[in-house]
């Protein structure tokens, strides 16, 4: 089991950036990838980003793909998402995951979540 921690989410003006984190603790080891996913009210949970915790083979969604990047820390077990020029579109509560595949990119892919933050891009 993985227990997942996410942080940085808040307020922020359209065009501005936010940098969240998720600290993963447990059987890390056991993990292939870890995601960031996000839901918008009265919407579903969508994917956002991935990648392999070594760093490599990082996947986007087509909607932040220039503008978000996602990263791993092995040494603190941190995954983070770095967002810029936010759009108001990307206000959600955002959601750390870990991946069961290699190639994660969809919900089926991921088993335990974080708790999420919520980000809100004001216009």
């Known amino acids: 089991q993985v227990q997942l921690v996410e942080s940085g989410g808040g307020l922020v003006q359209a065009g501005g950036s936010l940098r969240l984190s998720c600290a993963a603790s447990g059987r890390t080891l056991s993990t292939y990838a870890m995601g960031w996913f996000r839901q918008a009210p009265g919407k579903e949970r969508e994917f956002v980003a991935s990648i392999r915790w070594s760093g490599s083979n990082a996947y986007y969604a087509d909607s932040v793909k220039g503008r978000f990047t996602i990263s791993t820390d092995k040494a603190k077990n941190t995954v983070n998402l770095q967002m810029n020029s936010l759009k108001p579109e990307d206000t959600a509560v955002y959601y750390c995951?870990?991946?069961?595949?290699?190639?994660?990119?969809?919900?089926?892919?991921?088993?335990?979540w974080g708790q999420g933050t919520q980000v809100t891009v004001s216009s």
């Open positions: 995951a870990t991946g069961t595949q290699w190639i994660a990119t969809t919900l089926r892919d991921f088993g335990s």
